[in-house]
């Protein structure tokens, strides 16, 4: 692929990105949006339904995670690097949206930072920022000893 083509063809898969954030209040059930935002000081946690946010979690993971393979696998066009970072993704899905829920269901009690982060790792596109110079990193050193 043409470097030209691949540089524009990941830039557009970034803005896709932040076209899921920019309809986030549209696309995605999260009563906890307004709630980090403003609430989380003075306001008890809002009401909400636990399938309903666990269905529109996965599918906000599951469309942040599928962008940011494109992005992993157009940058890099590595076989094992996509396949590393789906294991990835699928694990931390599991072992983050576990953690959020059981969180939820303490009510926060021990205070709203760590459901805020957990949370925070699962609805936005984090990993692929840490993925993407730890696989160039990789790439740089893997040439260096052949």
């Given at each position: 692929m043409?470097?030209?083509v691949?540089?524009?063809?990941?830039i557009?898969?970034f803005?896709?990105?932040?076209?899921?954030?920019?309809?986030e209040?549209?696309?995605?059930?999260?009563?906890?949006i307004?709630?980090?935002?403003?609430?989380?000081?003075s306001?008890?946690i809002?009401?909400?339904?636990?399938?309903?946010l666990l269905?529109?979690?996965?599918?906000?993971?599951g469309?942040?995670m599928?962008?940011?393979?494109?992005?992993?696998?157009v940058?890099?066009?590595n076989?094992?690097?996509?396949?590393?970072?789906l294991?990835?993704?699928?694990?931390?899905?599991?072992?983050l949206t576990i953690?959020?829920?059981?969180?939820?269901?303490?009510?926060?009690?021990?205070g709203?930072?760590?459901?805020?982060?957990?949370?925070?790792f699962?609805i936005?596109?984090?990993?692929?920022?840490l993925?993407?110079?730890?696989f160039?990193?990789?790439?740089?050193?893997v040439?260096?000893i052949i």
């Amino acid at each position: 692929m043409n470097k030209i083509v691949k540089i524009a063809f990941i830039i557009l898969l970034f803005l896709a990105l932040v076209l899921v954030r920019a309809f986030e209040n549209v696309l995605f059930y999260d009563p906890f949006i307004a709630y980090f935002k403003d609430g989380y000081l003075s306001d008890p946690i809002p009401v909400f339904s636990g399938s309903k946010l666990l269905l529109s979690l996965c599918f906000r993971y599951g469309l942040n995670m599928l962008i940011s393979l494109v992005i992993i696998y157009v940058a890099f066009q590595n076989k094992g690097f996509l396949i590393f970072s789906l294991k990835f993704y699928l694990i931390a899905f599991f072992v983050l949206t576990i953690t959020f829920l059981i969180i939820l269901k303490g009510e926060l009690a021990h205070g709203y930072l760590f459901a805020f982060y957990v949370r925070r790792f699962l609805i936005h596109p984090l990993f692929v920022l840490l993925l993407l110079p730890a696989f160039y990193y990789k790439q740089l050193t893997v040439k260096e000893i052949i």
